[in-house]
T-cell receptor
Framework: NAGVTQTPKFQVLKTGQSMTLQCAQD?????MSWYRQDPGMGLRLIHY???????DQGEVPNGYNVSRSTTEDFPLRLLSAAPSQTSVYFC??????????????FGSGTRLTVV | KQEVTQIPAALSVPEGENLVLNCSFT??????LQWFRQDPGKGLTSLLL?????REQTSGRLNASLDKSSGRSTLYIAASQPGDSATYLC??????????FGDGTTLTVKP
């Protein structure tokens, strides 16, 4: 089925470890983004991309890196995991301007625990 | 900076009731507004998308309205069912492409 695929679904890291959360979409969406969702703080934008080779920071970018080498993939890298990065991470994609709909499609999320 | 508020934070109703969920935003220069449903431990499922030029959108028992001048959107759910129990979030998107999400309203529909 077409959509946004996130892997892994669950991950436990030790403080200081690094890892990459994967996000792939097969809808030819130009726009891709990463959010984290924490109780009482809602969804907060980490990084986003409006096309291959173009990325920008969102509201809470510190401790995370992204790259966009293809239209389909938008991985999120945790450089040195900290307990404050324990959260549920969502990837979302959409078309950009000029398309009939700019609604988001979300992945099913990655639940990350840093101990 | 856009701020999005959803009131109430939680709502409990008996099955069969019609109900309204509210979403308020501070900056009326929006591109669109999208309503989502989120079940516990799951991702966000899109329900309705309203472009800035539209006043409302309907899908089945759901109707979403948009009033940019007053900075408000409502999600109307008709004849609620226990399966409607979930958290409902609204997201307001700017012309630059970024969205601001509300914290959501958690709905419980009791049989």
């Amino acid at each position: 089925n077409a959509g946004v695929t996130q892997t892994p679904k669950f991950q436990v890291l030790k403080t200081g470890q690094s890892m990459t959360l994967q996000c792939a979409q097969d809808m030819n969406h130009e726009y891709m983004s990463w959010y984290r969702q924490d109780p009482g703080m809602g969804l907060r934008l980490i990084h986003y991309s409006v096309g291959a080779g173009i990325t920008d920071q969102g509201e809470v970018p510190n401790g995370y890196n992204v790259s966009r080498s293809t239209t389909e993939d938008f991985p999120l890298r945790l450089l040195s995991a900290a307990p404050s990065q324990t959260s549920v991470y969502f990837c979302a994609s959409s078309y950009t301007s000029g398309a009939p709909s700019r609604g988001y499609t979300f992945g099913s999320g990655t639940r990350l625990t840093v101990v | 900076k856009q701020e999005v508020t959803q009131i109430p934070a939680a709502l409990s109703v008996p099955e069969g009731e019609n109900l309204v969920l509210n979403c308020s935003f501070t900056d009326s220069a929006i591109y669109n507004l999208q309503w989502f449903r989120q079940d516990p431990g799951k991702g966000l499922t899109s329900l309705l998308l309203i472009q800035s030029s539209q006043r409302e959108q309907t899908s089945g028992r759901l109707n979403a309205s948009l009033d940019k001048s007053s900075g408000r959107s409502t999600l109307y759910i008709a004849a609620s069912q226990p399966g409607d129990s979930a958290t409902y979030l609204c997201a307001v998107r700017t012309n630059a492409g970024k969205s601001t999400f509300g914290d959501g309203t958690t709905l419980t529909v009791k049989p």
